[in-house]
């Protein structure tokens, strides 16, 4: 099939500080392969440090959060395209999948194309509903816990012997060695994320994600697999390098055709030290924030998945290259105060003139 | 000249940002030697800045070894200045200047006492310097110091690691868990401090024998969750920059320093939240704003004296400057190169292969 000319991405996803989103890594993945004239950013606060990224972004629009009413999103989107028509958007945070699965059919009627999966498949994935989605599929999964209040931590943590894994609804995640420090997280994160607090057995062992892509059919078209290596104290990877192993490939395989998942997705595994089992933790339904290492190691996935957004064929890439390492490093930006300004006061800024 | 301060996780240390100012300093700029202390960190593959880099063992594990293998270092790669970047790094190199100035290695730093001034700010008592108000404070070694010292204040709490990390914490639990995983990662000491409600500055300067050659101003935009801070606007202000020059006439302050402002929101007193012996983070907005410390260091460090006529804490307010994490596409041979021989000469940047449209 003839490549379509595509005129606009929107990324979303900004955020570019200690826990980065997602957003400045794929955009950066689509300026390398040139796939669009113009790639602009959506964000949701004018500090996240993204929105300064002049080398990716020709401008950058304020949206509103996903915690607002999905009408509010699409009547902002609409006065954006009236100016600056949107033909692909590739949202990335978790958070907005499910809004983005709801609204796919009236952007489209925008002219602005998603790859995202249905609304039913985004809820299965998610922290809660996961042990029973890898029962389903036949993926190991460790011990969880669902916790509702405080006074019940006791009695779980009592089901077992520390260290013990607390993990927010919607992220963050501590290890607990005592019982002092599991009260601590918990009132974090639900101070941060709300209830319920997952508590879930420690599994000893490497930490492996895969950053996928399905097609519209389930297929998927590439996967790439990483074992981090320097973590930082959040368990975020600071640094990874990718590794060929076809058996964690093959569960990713299954549990997108079980979900019938469309779209970027990224899971992540540890390898239980010992035994070597793999044990699914978590499925975020986006590109994960390392997602520039796969384009390294040969694999451009948001490249691809603005081809399949587009209804483009996409034939499946070829294995990547193991022993390719990213390491987490920082860029610099300077631009005028009237660059923020503009974006804080009037919810718009333009890198580019042509924009 | 030889650079620490290599990490860029988390919690970017300033060592990549100094090697840029020092890139940017004239044509070709001087050769820089990176020096890491861990093979994990992430700026040894930032191979734009450094045209080597050695890998040392930290100053917090044997004091002795690690001036010994900076020297060695130094001595291999010819060498002449050190731009310290964590504190620990100024602490180590101001107990052996003396050693390091006979193996014929300059810095432009303090003297260890000068050093224990600066510490010395800190007081179990709330005190004024001039128009500075220094809050209370108090240090924990250990984690089951914590809840006793930390009866003694008020919650919220600020708790500030050894390497900057800052949490707040509302009860003494938290405290204690949270403090303890500070102690834990980095080491002591935790410093405990009242928290201060208000806007969020910080000056860059540096200075030679408490005279004040250069400083910068900026306002805090955003900060990591453990406290780093991730973008800053320059402004003109000249109430921080007189406080800035009180403090450091103070301790009679020589070399590059943060100090970290709050001005209190009610009040608009001006608070002292934070005082570090090295250049900040975002130096790079410093040099655009017309102040490349690093360089004004190294000049001092050369000639061995201040070029008075370059005193100036004039500067372009309004500039924003922010980071980005980006991932650098590196092989894991480096890794091996720098874990088997302790050396990683620049090559090339890997190819990035297979991108497809």
Request: glycine share 10%; with cysteine; hydrophobic share 45%.
């Given at each position: 099939?003839?490549r379509?000319r595509?005129?606009?991405?929107?990324?979303?996803?900004?955020e570019?500080?200690?826990?980065?989103?997602?957003?400045?890594?794929?955009?950066?993945?689509?300026?390398d392969?040139?796939?669009?004239?113009q790639?602009?950013?959506?964000?949701?606060?004018?500090?996240?440090?993204?929105?300064?990224?002049?080398?990716?972004?020709?401008?950058?629009?304020?949206?509103?959060a996903?915690s607002?009413?999905?009408?509010?999103?699409?009547?902002?989107?609409?006065?954006i395209?009236a100016?600056?028509?949107?033909?692909?958007?590739?949202?990335?945070?978790?958070?907005?999948?499910?809004?983005?699965a709801?609204?796919?059919?009236?952007?489209?009627?925008l002219?602005?194309?998603?790859?995202?999966?249905?609304?039913?498949?985004?809820?299965k994935?998610?922290?809660?509903?996961?042990?029973?989605?890898?029962?389903?599929a036949?993926?190991?999964y460790?011990e969880?816990?669902?916790?509702?209040?405080?006074?019940?931590?006791?009695?779980y943590?009592?089901?077992g012997?520390f260290?013990w894994?607390?993990?927010?609804?919607?992220?963050?995640?501590?290890?607990?060695?005592s019982?002092?420090?599991?009260?601590?997280?918990?009132?974090?994160?639900a101070?941060?994320w709300?209830?319920?607090?997952?508590?879930?057995?420690?599994?000893?062992?490497?930490?492996?994600?895969?950053?996928?892509?399905?097609?519209?059919?389930?297929?998927?078209?590439?996967?790439?697999?990483?074992?981090?290596?320097?973590?930082?104290?959040?368990?975020?990877?600071?640094?990874?390098?990718?590794?060929?192993?076809?058996?964690?490939?093959?569960?990713?395989?299954?549990?997108?055709?079980?979900?019938?998942?469309v779209?970027?997705?990224?899971?992540?595994?540890?390898?239980?030290?010992?035994?070597?089992?793999?044990?699914?933790?978590?499925i975020?339904?986006?590109?994960?924030?390392?997602?520039y290492?796969?384009?390294?190691?040969?694999q451009?996935?948001p490249?691809?998945?603005?081809?399949?957004a587009m209804?483009e064929?996409?034939?499946k890439?070829?294995?990547?290259r193991?022993?390719?390492?990213?390491?987490r490093?920082?860029?610099?930006?300077?631009?005028?105060i009237?660059?923020?300004?503009?974006?804080?006061?009037?919810?718009?800024?333009?890198?580019h003139?042509?924009? | 000249m030889?650079?620490?301060?290599?990490?860029v996780g988390d919690?970017?240390?300033?060592?990549?940002?100094?090697?840029?100012?020092?890139?940017?300093?004239?044509?070709g700029?001087?050769?820089?030697?990176?020096?890491?202390?861990?093979?994990?960190?992430?700026?040894?593959?930032?191979?734009e800045?450094?045209?080597?880099?050695?890998?040392?063992?930290?100053?917090?594990?044997?004091?002795?070894?690690?001036?010994?293998?900076?020297?060695?270092?130094?001595?291999?790669?010819?060498?002449?200045?050190?731009?310290?970047?964590?504190d620990?790094?100024v602490?180590?190199?101001?107990?052996?200047?003396?050693?390091?100035?006979?193996?014929?290695?300059?810095?432009?730093g303090?003297?260890?006492?000068?050093?224990?001034?600066?510490?010395?700010?800190?007081?179990?008592?709330?005190w004024?310097?001039g128009?500075v108000?220094?809050?209370?404070?108090?240090?924990?070694?250990?984690?089951?110091?914590?809840?006793?010292?930390?009866?003694?204040?008020?919650?919220?709490?600020?708790?500030?690691?050894?390497?900057?990390?800052?949490a707040?914490?509302?009860?003494?639990?938290?405290?204690?868990?949270?403090?303890?995983?500070?102690?834990?990662?980095?080491?002591g000491?935790?410093?405990?401090?009242?928290?201060?409600?208000?806007?969020?500055?910080?000056?860059?300067?540096?200075?030679?024998?408490?005279?004040?050659?250069a400083?910068?101003?900026?306002?805090?935009?955003t900060?990591g969750?453990?406290?780093?801070?991730?973008?800053?606007?320059?402004?003109?202000?000249?109430?921080?920059?007189?406080?800035?020059?009180?403090?450091?006439?103070?301790?009679?302050w020589?070399?590059p320093?943060?100090?970290?402002?709050?001005?209190?929101?009610w009040?608009r007193?001006?608070?002292?939240m934070?005082?570090?012996?090295?250049?900040?983070?975002?130096?790079?907005?410093?040099?655009?704003?017309?102040?490349?410390?690093p360089a004004?260091?190294?000049?001092?460090?050369?000639?061995g004296?201040?070029?008075?006529a370059?005193?100036?804490?004039?500067?372009?307010?309004?500039?924003?400057?922010?980071?980005?994490?980006?991932?650098?596409i590196?092989?894991?041979?480096?890794?091996?190169?720098?874990?088997?021989?302790?050396?990683?000469?620049?090559?090339?940047?890997?190819?990035?292969?297979?991108?497809?449209?």
């Amino acid at each position: 099939m003839a490549r379509t000319r595509v005129g606009c991405i929107a990324v979303t996803g900004l955020e570019g500080m200690d826990n980065p989103s997602p957003g400045v890594a794929v955009a950066r993945s689509l300026r390398d392969a040139a796939v669009g004239g113009q790639i602009v950013g959506l964000t949701y606060n004018a500090l996240n440090t993204g929105v300064f990224a002049e080398d990716l972004f020709d401008a950058v629009w304020i949206v509103p959060a996903p915690s607002e009413p999905a009408e509010a999103l699409y009547g902002r989107l609409r006065e954006i395209a009236a100016t600056t028509p949107i033909d692909v958007l590739v949202p990335t945070l978790d958070t907005e999948i499910a809004v983005y699965a709801r609204l796919r059919r009236r952007l489209e009627a925008l002219g602005i194309r998603t790859l995202v999966p249905s609304e039913e498949g985004v809820k299965k994935r998610n922290k809660i509903a996961l042990p029973l989605l890898c029962r389903q599929a036949g993926v190991d999964y460790p011990e969880t816990f669902v916790v509702t209040a405080s006074k019940h931590l006791d009695h779980y943590l009592g089901e077992g012997s520390f260290p013990w894994v607390l993990k927010g609804s919607v992220a963050d995640a501590h290890v607990a060695h005592s019982g002092e420090e599991a009260h601590a997280f918990f009132a974090r994160l639900a101070d941060t994320w709300g209830l319920p607090v997952l508590l879930q057995r420690f599994v000893e062992g490497d930490e492996c994600d895969v950053a996928g892509l399905a097609s519209p059919d389930s297929e998927l078209v590439g996967a790439v697999a990483m074992r981090k290596m320097a973590i930082t104290p959040k368990g975020k990877a600071a640094s990874g390098v990718t590794i060929q192993d076809d058996e964690l490939i093959g569960l990713v395989e299954r549990i997108v055709r079980h979900l019938r998942w469309v779209g970027p997705l990224e899971v992540e595994f540890i390898k239980e030290r010992g035994t070597g089992r793999h044990y699914l933790f978590e499925i975020n339904a986006r590109f994960p924030a390392w997602i520039y290492l796969a384009t390294g190691a040969g694999q451009n996935l948001p490249a691809a998945a603005v081809r399949l957004a587009m209804g483009e064929q996409v034939a499946k890439y070829e294995p990547y290259r193991p022993g390719v390492l990213f390491a987490r490093n920082m860029r610099e930006h300077l631009c005028s105060i009237a660059h923020f300004g503009q974006l804080a006061a009037i919810g718009e800024t333009h890198f580019h003139v042509n924009a | 000249m030889a650079v620490t301060g290599l990490n860029v996780g988390d919690n970017p240390q300033p060592g990549l940002s100094v090697g840029r100012c020092l890139r940017a300093s004239g044509p070709g700029g001087p050769a820089l030697l990176g020096i890491t202390y861990d093979l994990q960190w992430t700026g040894v593959h930032h191979r734009e800045v450094f045209e080597t880099v050695h890998m040392v063992p930290p100053p917090w594990l044997d004091e002795e070894t690690f001036v010994e293998r900076l020297l060695g270092s130094c001595r291999e790669a010819g060498v002449r200045v050190i731009l310290p970047c964590l504190d620990a790094d100024v602490a180590v190199l101001a107990r052996h200047q003396a050693e390091v100035h006979r193996a014929g290695v300059r810095t432009f730093g303090p003297r260890r006492e000068r050093l224990e001034a600066l510490w010395g700010l800190w007081c179990p008592v709330q005190w004024e310097l001039g128009a500075v108000t220094i809050p209370r404070s108090a240090v924990a070694y250990a984690a089951y110091e914590i809840p006793e010292i930390a009866a003694a204040f008020a919650y919220p709490l600020l708790l500030r690691s050894a390497v900057g990390e800052i949490a707040t914490v509302s009860a003494a639990g938290d405290a204690r868990v949270v403090g303890g995983r500070f102690l834990q990662w980095w080491g002591g000491p935790l410093v405990l401090r009242e928290c201060v409600e208000g806007e969020d500055y910080q000056v860059g300067a540096l200075a030679h024998e408490g005279t004040l050659l250069a400083a910068v101003g900026v306002r805090v935009l955003t900060r990591g969750s453990n406290g780093s801070t991730w973008a800053v606007v320059t402004v003109a202000d000249a109430d921080l920059v007189a406080c800035t020059r009180v403090i450091l006439g103070h301790v009679r302050w020589t070399g590059p320093v943060l100090l970290e402002f709050v001005k209190e929101t009610w009040s608009r007193r001006v608070w002292l939240m934070g005082a570090s012996p090295r250049f900040p983070i975002w130096v790079g907005a410093a040099r655009a704003a017309g102040q490349n410390l690093p360089a004004m260091a190294v000049e001092a460090t050369l000639k061995g004296r201040v070029n008075r006529a370059r005193q100036s804490t004039a500067y372009e307010a309004g500039l924003v400057w922010a980071m980005t994490s980006r991932d650098e596409i590196s092989d894991v041979a480096v890794l091996a190169e720098l874990g088997n021989t302790g050396r990683l000469a620049r090559g090339e940047p890997l190819a990035v292969e297979g991108r497809r449209g």
